[in-house]
């Protein structure tokens, strides 16, 4: 699809991931609207040197993200995880592939990462994007979630 862009993360990018957010209920924690903030707000005080967020636009209007967790310990300094949403509408075109791709390039190249990973719900189609993109099964958790729901780790050496 033409137009797609990838490029950092701005501030007034925020003003769309509620949305984003509320759309995916049942993928995030309560609270994951919250860890956002507080990795955005880790962002932009350590700058790029230890994390990474992603925005992905379409003909400039912000339509997804990916965020690289900081590592808090300097020992887990070659290992990253992630989180990603797409706009509901965007969905389907590629835009998660190519998030995940640019982000696994900047946790190789710039934070010097080797290893990148997740937690995702067992009920999540996202699992056949990640092992398309070559993640790995590494654990599960079952009834991780109240309503029984397992959780599902997978990981990727870079
Ligand atoms: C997961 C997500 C980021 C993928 O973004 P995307 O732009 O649709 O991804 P792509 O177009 O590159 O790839 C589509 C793939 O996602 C999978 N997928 C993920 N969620 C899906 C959904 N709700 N419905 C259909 N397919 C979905 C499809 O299986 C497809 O895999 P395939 O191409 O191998 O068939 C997006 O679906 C999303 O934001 N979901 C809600 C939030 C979420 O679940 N985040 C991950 C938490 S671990």
Sequence with gaps: MKNIRIRHFRLPDLLR??????????SFSKTFFE????AIVNYFKFKAKRGCILTATINGRPVGMINLHMPIWKKQGGQTMFDIVVSEESR?????????????????ETLGA???YLDVFEDNPA???YQRLGYTKGGFIPDYLKDGRGKVVMYKHL
């Design 17 to 26: 991931l509620k949305g984003w957010i509320n759309q995916s209920k049942k």
């Design 35 to 38: 860890e956002i903030i507080y």
């Design 92 to 108: 389907g075109k590629g835009i998660g592939t190519l998030l995940i791709v640019k982000a696994e390039q900047f946790a190789k």
């Design 114 to 116: 080797k290893l990148m």
């Design 127 to 129: 699992q056949n994007l």
